[in-house]
């Protein structure tokens, strides 16, 4: 059975940093790109950072580069996301996704996400 699980969200204040956990389970870990989306309260979901298997290619949203780092460790099956330089609009429901192509399948994975919040 698959699954991951966040961790790491909070409330912050503007400027503030978090750093969020995704670990995961059930699955072969170095074989996924994994990533993290957000989706604030009345909005769509939206990619926010991406990492690949061996962690050799990072793509970011415009709007948290150079403020968010995505990076992964494989012998701990966690991905992580470094969260600098906070602002109000980051504040979202932060989700983990597990992604792997094979033999023309995609198999997706998603956690149960956790709540960033930013306010003074």
């Known amino acids: 059975q698959v699954q991951l699980v966040e961790s790491g969200g909070g409330l912050v204040q503007p400027g503030g940093s978090l750093k969020l956990s995704c670990v995961a389970s059930g699955v072969l870990f170095n074989t996924y790109d994994m990533s993290w989306y957000r989706q604030a309260a009345g909005e769509e979901r939206e990619l926010v950072a991406a990492?690949?298997?061996?962690?050799?290619?990072?793509n970011y949203a415009d709007s948290v580069k150079g403020r968010f780092i995505i990076s992964r460790d494989n012998a701990k099956n966690t991905v992580y996301l470094q969260m600098n330089s906070l602002k109000p609009e980051d504040t979202a429901m932060y989700y983990c996704?597990?992604?792997?192509?094979?033999?023309?399948?995609?198999?997706?994975?998603w956690g149960q996400g956790t709540q960033v919040t930013v306010s003074s």
């Open positions: 990492i690949s298997q061996l962690g050799g290619v990072r």
């Open positions: 996704k597990a992604k792997k192509r094979s033999y023309g399948a995609e198999y997706d994975y």
